[in-house]
């Protein structure tokens, strides 16, 4: 089993320009089942690229093609709009790729659509997510993993892949991996995936990259001392150099001065310690403290 | 973009936010001395007020009350070019006084643990408010506004409440909420993620007025305020001109201060470069994500940038190939060295990810003398910091 995209996985693309076809192109030779593009101006077209349907809207390429999730790549300016028209649509899992969206834009979708429509939102501002063997939604790369049971979780795009690199390497695939984005307000969070990873018989262990800002490490840690104490878990916390006060790319990357405290990766890695959750300081001593907690 | 005060005073007065009478924005003693001959003789008195992104100006002697020409003379003087942590002044406020009977606290900010919005009112104002949340939290007022209760704007009964609850004097509450409702809609209007007003006063004829502005918006939504980039003007901030030229180059950069120059592909990836550079002993002189793609031209504009640091003595460039595979991030480091021409320092080189091994074998016949491939980011970065000694 995987989490929230299978071999099942039926993906309408919002956003068909020459980024939105390059990477569905991708996800299609992975194996995904990318059904239709959406295209407010070229509804009834043919997206040529992908020997796909296009429909003027979301609510179209849902009633003609079954699509269930939605991967949008659209322009931040668009952004806002293409999630609600995903949600109102009706599609079960909406994969938002774009990054630059406004705050705002972002608490207003999340409102709309993940605290009140209970859609599951994965980003913005996201690699995507893979189930190795199954789906490919994003702009992971598919060739750097395979299948297995370590179910990962990033704030961070190439550094996930390091770290799925490292472990395939190594002979340990990969149940899921989700990366839910690098904003301060996102879909889909820490704990969220990784309740769902607990919930999944196949997923045996749980890696986590994480980042400076916020506290969503601390919240999943707590859930899984008191839940999950069993399971194999290890950590990496980016961002121990990062002076306070910088944003480090990622519009949530930062600890703030004067701040709620707990942002910096060193308080992370110790108030995740004194959890029992081994954090690396380093994306090498994560994958080996896997493969030393899996005994391989 | 976090605003100064007399900025986030514009942005509040063309949203209705109340603020005292226009001051003038003085880069000079000579200007702040014809400003308070212009203003004195209405006002009474001025307020000399350092312009500079950075609180606790008052303990630091970057707020004065100048009651003559010769005062105020006098304040601006002191004031400019005075260092306030790190921050020297350059330019000053001067601005009528107010009279103050009483000073309170209210902000609007973005909520990230709750995703929404969050009021915060009090009637202790004029102080350090998280000082004032930590000794009498009761007297610190929180509301949290979901956008299903915001869509035209916040409550005047959302706003109500929030006074109450915060027991500003009734003799102001009216005039409270609704500078509180207009507040709101500056916050939602400008795409801020924080508009602070402390102290925010009760003037001895029951009028409220805010004091002090601080202001951030929110760089993503820049795209729909084309006029918020009049704020970004020279002698308001401590810049580093080798961030402004990154970011007039669209490029993630971060100046820190060590001797290794550090670049990479995505931002996690950058940041545990910089980790793994400080664990092998070193210091790395950067942050710098030079996104997705890894061309040529990229990395040329990347590097040229990295390199034109003085104190950079060693260069990590740290890659993992996904969809940009090993051998085109190997052709671009080669195709950025050609158009850069001699530089004294080394580059260690990292390749891993989608093929990486091609990368490493166009490397490794290039030959090129700056360029030292390294196979993982820790025998990398190992080495990045022994250059640097070495160059030191």
């Not at chain 1, 104490?229 to 944003?247: M, R, W």
């Not at chain 2, 109450?164 to 909420?177: G, M, N, S, T």
Request: with cysteine; proline share 5%.
């Amino acid at each position: 089993m995987s989490i929230f995209v299978d071999a099942s996985t039926r993906v309408v693309v919002q956003g068909i320009g020459s980024q939105g076809t390059f990477h569905a192109a991708r996800n299609r030779a992975y194996g995904t089942q990318v059904v239709a593009g959406v295209h407010p101006r070229r509804g009834g077209e043919r997206w040529d690229e992908l020997e796909a349907p296009i429909f003027a809207t979301v609510a179209e390429a849902v009633e003609a093609t079954g699509a269930d999730t939605s991967m949008v790549m659209v322009p931040a300016p668009f952004t806002r709009d293409a999630i609600l028209e995903a949600h109102r649509a009706g599609v079960r899992t909406i994969v938002a790729i774009t990054e630059g969206v406004p705050v705002q834009d972002m608490t207003v979708v999340y409102d709309e659509v993940v605290r009140r429509g209970g859609t599951r939102l994965i980003g913005p501002n996201c690699p995507g997510l893979i189930s190795p063997g199954r789906a490919n939604v994003g702009i992971i790369p598919g060739d750097i993993t395979m299948p297995g049971n370590v179910g990962l979780v990033s704030r961070s795009g190439t550094l996930t892949y390091q770290i799925m690199h490292e472990l395939a390497q190594a002979g340990i695939g990969i149940s899921t991996c989700v990366g839910i984005g690098g904003d301060p307000i996102v879909g889909t969070q820490f704990l969220d995936v990784i309740q769902a990873f607990a919930a999944d018989p196949e997923t045996e262990a749980i890696a986590f990259v994480g980042e400076i800002g916020g506290g969503e490490e601390q919240r999943a840690g707590e859930w899984i001392r008191a839940n999950i104490p069993d399971t194999p878990v290890v950590g990496y916390i980016a961002g121990f150099e990062a002076p306070a006060g910088k944003q480090m790319g990622h519009a949530g990357a930062i600890v703030r001065e004067g701040g709620p405290g707990g942002e910096s990766a060193a308080e992370k890695q110790e108030l995740l310690g004194a959890m029992g959750i081994p954090v690396a300081s380093n994306p090498s001593e994560a994958a080996r403290l896997m493969i030393e907690r899996l005994g391989r | 973009m976090d605003l100064v005060e007399f900025q986030g005073k514009q942005l509040f007065a063309r949203n209705g936010v109340p603020v005292p009478p226009p001051g003038a924005v003085c880069r000079s003693v000579d200007e702040a001395v014809a400003a308070a001959e212009r203003l004195l003789p209405d006002a009474g008195a001025v307020v000399v007020k350092a312009q500079v992104k950075v609180g606790g100006r008052g303990k630091a002697g970057g707020v004065r009350l100048a009651r003559s020409v010769d005062e105020a003379r006098e304040a601006a003087g002191a004031i400019l070019g005075l260092d306030i942590k790190g921050h020297v002044v350059h330019v000053v406020l001067v601005e009528p006084a107010s009279d103050i009977a009483e000073e309170y606290y209210l902000s609007v900010m973005h909520d990230r643990v709750g995703k929404g919005d969050l009021v915060i009112c009090s009637r202790q104002g004029g102080v350090d408010i998280e000082e004032v949340n930590r000794t009498d939290p009761g007297a610190v007022v929180k509301r949290q506004v979901l956008p299903s209760e915001r869509a035209d704007g916040l409550p005047r009964g959302v706003a109500d409440e929030i006074v109450a609850a915060a027991d500003l004097p009734a003799e102001v509450r009216d005039a409270a909420a609704e500078l509180l409702v207009a507040l709101f809609g500056a916050y939602l209007a400008e795409d801020a993620t924080l508009v602070e007003i402390n102290p925010l006063i009760r003037t001895t004829d029951d009028r409220v007025l805010a004091l002090d502005a601080k202001v951030s918006l929110d760089a993503n939504a820049a795209f729909r305020h084309g006029d918020h980039a009049e704020w970004d003007v020279e002698g308001l901030e401590v810049r580093d001109p080798l961030e402004d030229r990154a970011r007039a180059e669209g490029l993630q950069y971060v100046k820190l201060d060590g001797e290794v120059g550090v670049l990479g592909n995505g931002a996690g990836l950058v940041m545990a470069t910089l980790d793994v550079v400080a664990q092998n002993g070193g210091r790395a002189a950067n942050f710098l994500d030079v996104g997705g793609g890894a061309s040529a031209e990229s990395m040329a504009t990347a590097l040229s940038l990295v390199l034109s640091d003085p104190a950079v003595r060693s260069v990590f460039i740290n890659i993992f190939g996904g969809i940009t595979r090993g051998e085109e991030v190997a052709r671009g480091v080669l195709g950025a060295l050609e158009r850069l021409g001699d530089f004294p320092q080394r580059l260690v080189v990292r390749l891993d990810g989608t093929n990486a091994e091609e990368g490493r074998r166009i490397l490794a016949e290039a030959a090129h003398p700056s360029v030292v491939p390294a196979p993982t980011m820790q025998e990398a970065a190992a080495l990045a910091v022994r250059l640097a000694e070495e160059a030191a």
